[in-house]
């Protein structure tokens, strides 16, 4: 089975969120359970600040606990979206169509999409990054 990855980077945590939940629809609609899959990189702006707040020893009370993991998620620069469609060799037209959806949807035009497929160069680059990827 050859797969197709799509690329997308998404500007902040909100659309990449509106993306998973479409992605989700279409998944759940079509029956596409081992078809189509997803996961997120999330780059942070300021890995050091991270690092520091990790080693200050703990005496705050749950209020600042909520605003730190708050301000942790503003730190999110940009998302990016990998998703790998999975079809077998006879869905070929299956494949296409959505592919075509995909590409026509507002969202993820929005968010330079890229696609690689088993013979571009990127391929093995971005199937050990997703293989990677939690």
């Known amino acids: 089975m050859a797969h197709i990855y799509l690329v997308f980077d998404f500007a902040n945590e ?3 969120q509106e993306a ?3 992605l989700e629809v279409w998944k759940q609609a079509s029956r596409l359970d081992k078809k189509l899959l997803y996961k997120f990189e999330r780059a942070a702006s300021n890995d050091d600040a991270n690092s520091d707040e990790l080693s200050k020893p703990e005496k705050a009370s749950q209020k600042s606990k909520s605003k730190s993991s708050a301000s942790d998620s503003a730190k999110v620069e940009s998302v990016k979206l990998f998703v790998r469609l999975g079809f077998s060799g ?3 037209l299956s494949e296409q169509r959505f592919l ?3 590409e026509a949807e507002d ?3 929005s968010a330079s999409p890229e ?3 088993s013979n571009d160069p990127l391929f093995s680059e971005t199937e050990s990054r997703f293989d990677d990827l939690a």
């Open 100 to 102: 075509d959806r995909i």
């Open 90 to 92: 006879h869905e070929k």
């Open 107 to 109: 969202l993820f035009q």
């Open 115 to 117: 696609t690689v497929k």
């Open 20 to 22: 998973r939940h479409k």
């Open 14 to 16: 909100e659309k990449a």
